[in-house]
């Protein structure tokens, strides 16, 4: 099993940056698929990125070319970086990962974008 637990978000102005982290323990991620979703008030969680353990990416059409998410297997860890960001971005972001057909979930860091 793993363990994630997400650092990063806070309060930034629409047009600022962000970098997300997620750290992994208890068992290493480096051989399964991860991604970074995001709940916003009064929606479904939607999965905004996606990363292959052979280091494919996938992004929601929303953030393409604003959002990067990438890994270091070595370190355990998982990134989003975002930049350009816009108050339509302001959710609660997870870290995810499926090891041996179980989900994994961090508890989420809030992003907030306002002016």
């Known amino acids: 099993q793993v363990q994630l637990v997400e650092s990063g978000g806070g309060l930034v102005q629409p047009g600022g940056s962000l970098r997300l982290s997620c750290a992994a323990s208890?068992?290493?991620?480096?051989?399964?698929?991860a991604s970074w979703y995001r709940q916003a008030p009064g929606k479904q969680r939607e999965q905004v990125a996606f990363i292959t353990s052979g280091s494919s990416t996938y992004y929601v059409d929303s953030v393409k070319g604003r959002f990067t998410i990438s890994r270091d297997n070595a370190k355990n860890m998982l990134y989003l970086q975002m930049n350009g960001l816009k108050p339509e971005d302001t959710a609660v972001y997870y870290c995810?990962?499926?090891?041996?057909?179980?989900?994994?979930w961090g508890p989420g860091t809030q992003v907030t974008v306002s002016s």
């Open positions: 995810h990962t499926r090891l041996r057909g179980i989900n994994y």
């Open positions: 208890g068992s290493s991620f480096s051989g399964a698929d």
